[in-house]
């Protein structure tokens, strides 16, 4: 295992920096991963959220403000929390009111990686990152789709996921209460990054990273205490978990592209697997 390897996590604390894109009735804070990118904006009523031609799906998580969004010759009425999958083209999202819009893209999404405030981080490629390939296309053909997330609760887990063919989202449930220090989740994946990107509540990430040959270029354990709305970038081999703190109620959501073969083959796992089906060598 060489230094190269081992990347530093990247974070951003929305409600203390500025927007990287604003415009009429938005303000939009940018984040990317080597094959992801995160948008989030606050909007007012009436903003217009627009892409002229995206290469490929993106995912619109709705926290708290409804939207209309067009794409494809259609037009969905999205109700706060729910989440969509936006078919390639031109498309545009339509808040209807105040509050907060998700938008995750792929990287092929390059204005948006080019502005994103970690950019720089990605110079180089990201080597140590598996490449971006897409999965099948769904039967269906691609179109506007909506999932309201309190329709899509199990009893036996506090997971809620989504893919498309370049992203897979874990919207988890909300917590209201700190999570039980007795029962964190430290593990590492080994050639795909995480992004975490906290829309309520304080969190604290936990992070350790593995030693390598080079003792020069070890890396000193993080403990990351970050409000909400925040994004954190977990790179490949560090180990991490988080727990939320405090009294307030809390949210986070994982973002990982492209999808994730270990959650897919777990059955029923992924809220919408009969539409997006897997590789046929898995």
């Known amino acids: 295992m060489s230094s190269a390897q081992i990347r530093p996590a990247t974070y951003a604390s929305h409600y203390d920096t500025p927007p990287q894109l604003t415009a009429d009735g938005s303000r939009t804070w940018i984040t990317r991963g080597a094959n992801f990118v995160v948008a989030v904006s606050e909007v007012t009523a009436g903003a217009v959220l627009a892409r002229d031609d995206n290469a490929d799906e993106y995912m619109v998580l709705l926290p708290d403000a409804g939207a209309e969004i067009r794409a494809g010759g259609a037009a969905i009425d999205a109700a706060a929390e729910s989440l969509s999958i936006v078919p390639p083209g031109r498309s545009a999202v339509v808040a209807k009111n105040a ?6 893209f792929s990287k092929r999404a390059e204005d948006l990686a080019e502005r994103a405030e970690n950019a720089a981080a990605y110079a180089d490629g990201a080597p ?42 874990n919207v988890l449930l909300k917590r209201t209460a700190p999570r039980d220090v007795r029962k964190l989740s430290p593990h590492a994946h080994d050639d ?16 350790r990273y593995p030693w390598i040959p080079d003792k020069s270029q070890w ?18 081999k560090v180990i991490h978990t988080s727990r939320n703190v405090g009294d307030k109620q809390s949210w986070l959501i994982d973002i990982f592209s492209p999808p994730r073969i270990d ?20």
């Open 99 to 104: 509050g907060q819009i998700v938008r995750v």
């Open 219 to 236: 890396r000193e354990d993080e403990h990351i205490e970050i409000g909400s709305p925040s994004v954190l970038v977990i790179p490949p």
């Open 128 to 169: 140590d990152v598996a490449p971006l390939v897409d999965w099948p296309a769904p039967p269906g053909g691609f179109r506007l789709r909506n999932y309201r997330l309190a329709e899509h609760q199990r009893a036996d887990a506090n997971m809620r996921l989504f893919r498309s063919t370049n992203l897979m989202i």
């Open 263 to 282: 959650f897919s083959k777990k059955p029923g796992l992924v809220v919408n697997a009969d539409e997006y089906p897997m590789p046929a060598a898995n």
């Open 192 to 207: 795909f990054e995480q992004g975490s990107l906290v829309l309520e509540g304080d969190y604290v990430h936990h992070l």
